[in-house]
């Protein structure tokens, strides 16, 4: 059996990384989980051809003392056990080696759309995490979050993967006496025989769901393509305007790369206001009949 012992929020001081861990406040106090800092120092960075040795290690201290203090002010406003510790190496690497090693339960990262709205592409360390993490993974972008989770928006499609998700929002919604909302999108070019299952699937989950006690609704949506998927997702969501957390699966893809981030997940990930939780799929124990 697993022990988790920490919330790993990757820190830098830009507004990204202290909104992901105003963010984390909440679930440390629900889960009693500690939240540790971690800034990774990278060596082969560009900024660090123009400094020598010398000075590098001194950016290292610096940031060290600086973490230090900042950690013992946060700490004695919110109550809650926050530490910090500080790597050398490859970014998106570190954070996932250190994630294993001190039992992180969740991640919590700012996205780039945090400051930059406009940005195409979620960061590069970002992506590579979510893709490498065996945790699950929280991304924020948005400054503006309820300060609790007052629903979990699941959107499901046919794929065994999508289907772990549901273990991991009945452990959520648990935690935060939260909600479900159970979607899945119905193109209206999808043969008879897949919508009679995608709609039996989502009255399924639905009830695999209140069966362990927590209150749940499910929807189909119809879309005239896949590419409305999204979007139509995103208008879900603000017209039910309580819904606080997006619950989305990394897909696997054999033989390739170990996992990938879909189009849709990336696109999820990188315009949502909500926070998203990411989740490579595995076994969850508790799953749905057959």
Request: hydrophobic content about 40%.
């Given at each position: 059996?697993?022990t988790?012992?920490?919330?790993l929020i990757?820190?830098?001081?830009?507004?990204?990384?202290?909104?992901?861990l105003s963010?984390?406040?909440n679930?440390?106090?629900?889960t009693g989980?500690?939240i540790?800092l971690l800034?990774?120092?990278?060596d082969?960075?560009?900024?660090?051809?123009?400094?020598?040795?010398?000075q590098?290690?001194?950016l290292v201290?610096?940031?060290?003392?600086?973490?230090?203090?900042?950690?013992k002010?946060?700490?004695?406003e919110?109550g809650?056990?926050?530490n910090?510790m500080v790597?050398?190496g490859?970014?998106h690497?570190?954070?996932v080696?250190?994630a294993e090693?001190i039992q992180a339960?969740?991640?919590?990262?700012?996205?780039?759309?945090?400051t930059n709205?406009?940005?195409?592409?979620?960061g590069?360390n970002t992506?590579?995490?979510?893709?490498n993490a065996k945790c699950?993974v929280?991304?924020?972008g948005s400054?503006?979050?309820?300060d609790g989770c007052r629903?979990?928006?699941l959107?499901?499609?046919l794929?065994?993967?999508?289907?772990?998700?549901?273990?991991?929002a009945?452990?959520m919604?648990?935690m935060?006496?939260?909600t479900i909302?159970v979607?899945?999108?119905?193109?209206?070019t999808n043969?008879?025989?897949?919508?009679?299952?995608?709609?039996a699937?989502v009255?399924q989950?639905?009830?695999f769901?209140e069966q362990?006690n927590?209150?749940?609704?499910?929807?189909?949506?119809?879309?005239n393509k896949?590419?409305?998927e999204t979007?139509l997702i995103?208008k879900?969501?603000q017209?039910q305007?309580d819904v606080?957390?997006i619950m989305i699966?990394?897909?696997?893809?054999t033989?390739l790369i170990?996992f990938?981030?879909?189009?849709q997940?990336?696109?999820?990930?990188r315009?949502?206001?909500i926070?998203?939780m990411?989740?490579?799929?595995?076994?969850?124990?508790?799953?749905?009949?057959?």
């Amino acid at each position: 059996m697993e022990t988790f012992k920490n919330i790993l929020i990757p820190f830098d001081f830009r507004e990204q990384s202290e909104i992901a861990l105003s963010q984390s406040y909440n679930l440390a106090r629900l889960t009693g989980l500690n939240i540790t800092l971690l800034y990774v120092h990278e060596d082969g960075g560009f900024l660090n051809k123009f400094f020598s040795t010398d000075q590098s290690d001194d950016l290292v201290k610096k940031m060290e003392v600086e973490l230090d203090n900042f950690v013992k002010e946060k700490s004695k406003e919110t109550g809650l056990d926050i530490n910090f510790m500080v790597a050398r190496g490859k970014i998106h690497s570190k954070i996932v080696e250190v994630a294993e090693m001190i039992q992180a339960k969740f991640i919590v990262m700012g996205t780039a759309s945090s400051t930059n709205p406009e940005a195409n592409v979620i960061g590069a360390n970002t992506s590579r995490v979510i893709r490498n993490a065996k945790c699950p993974v929280i991304t924020v972008g948005s400054a503006n979050h309820y300060d609790g989770c007052r629903s979990i928006l699941l959107p499901l499609d046919l794929t065994k993967e999508s289907r772990q998700k549901v273990g991991w929002a009945i452990e959520m919604a648990k935690m935060f006496g939260a909600t479900i909302k159970v979607i899945t999108v119905l193109w209206s070019t999808n043969h008879k025989e897949i919508a009679g299952t995608l709609r039996a699937q989502v009255a399924q989950v639905r009830e695999f769901i209140e069966q362990r006690n927590v209150q749940c609704s499910a929807e189909v949506i119809e879309a005239n393509k896949e590419s409305e998927e999204t979007p139509l997702i995103f208008k879900y969501a603000q017209d039910q305007g309580d819904v606080d957390l997006i619950m989305i699966m990394t897909q696997h893809e054999t033989g390739l790369i170990p996992f990938f981030l879909s189009s849709q997940s990336t696109e999820i990930i990188r315009l949502s206001s909500i926070p998203v939780m990411s989740i490579i799929p595995k076994d969850t124990g508790d799953t749905l009949a057959r």
